[in-house]
């Protein structure tokens, strides 16, 4: 089955410092890749979808110059969280759907962010 | 927008039934799909309807009606392992085609 491979699954990292997170498809292409935070015993919240050759869609209120998002290849998707703080710390978990129209997401394993 | 409920929490026995239910809004529906999630764990596929009907797998099935905006997840046969959070997501009718998450039922099952 379709395989989503997101790390590093754990990051600590002090205040003011960037953290660069990975999502890659193993199996399939994906031209649309969605990346959410979850707080504890919260739902996934989108933050925004990439896009492969071109700029990624944010959600409201998310800060597009905090949360920089790259999507340079079908396979490749990186969340960079740009001068961390500690109301940062999250489980940040991307997501991928293959080209075709209605399969489901797959999601990575998700990061745990603790920012100090 | 899309707004999604289902219920915070429910309980049940092994090896008993359970329905948990998600009623939503949508501008644009292209499709629900269920989710499981164990704490610390990211979200593993269920099931998916975007016609009305009961879809069934094993011991999960979903049922969906898009003239009531409701769907539920039935569980039966329910395990210890069955113990997990689950997400009801509604997808958009747009060309990202991003999806909606409920905030979740935490389902705990008792012997």
């Known amino acids: 089955g379709a395989v989503v491979s997101q790390h590093p699954s754990r990051v600590i990292c002090k205040s003011g410092t960037s953290v660069k997170i990975e999502c890659r498809s193993l199996?399939?292409?994906?031209?649309?890749m969605f990346w959410y935070r979850q707080f504890p015993k919260q739902s996934l919240m989108l933050m925004a979808t990439s896009n492969e050759g071109s700029k990624a869609t944010y959600e409201q209120g998310v800060e597009k110059d905090k949360f920089l998002i790259n999507h340079a290849s079908l396979t490749l998707s990186t969340l960079t969280v740009t001068s961390a703080h500690p109301e940062d710390s999250s489980f940040y978990i991307c997501?991928?759907?293959?080209?075709?129209?209605?399969?489901?997401?797959?999601f990575g394993n998700g990061t745990r962010l603790t920012v100090t | 927008g899309q707004n999604i409920d289902q219920p915070t929490e429910m309980t049940a026995t092994e090896g008993a039934i359970v329905q948990i239910n998600c009623t939503y809004q949508t501008s644009g529906f292209n499709g629900l799909f269920w989710y499981q999630q164990h704490a610390g764990e990211a979200p593993t596929f269920l099931s998916y309807?975007?016609?009305?009907g009961l879809e069934e797998k094993g011991r999960f099935s979903s049922f969906l009606s898009r003239s009531k905006g409701y769907s539920y997840l039935l569980l039966k046969e329910l395990q210890m392992k069955d113990s997990a959070s689950y997400l009801c997501?509604?997808?958009?009718?747009?060309?990202?085609?991003?999806?909606?998450f409920g905030d979740g039922t935490t389902l705990t099952v008792k012997p």
């Open positions: 199996d399939f292409q994906a031209t649309t």
């Open positions: 309807n975007v016609l009305d």
């Open positions: 997501s991928a759907r293959d080209i075709f129209g209605n399969s489901p997401l797959h």
């Open positions: 997501a509604v997808r958009a009718n747009t060309n990202a085609g991003k999806s909606t």
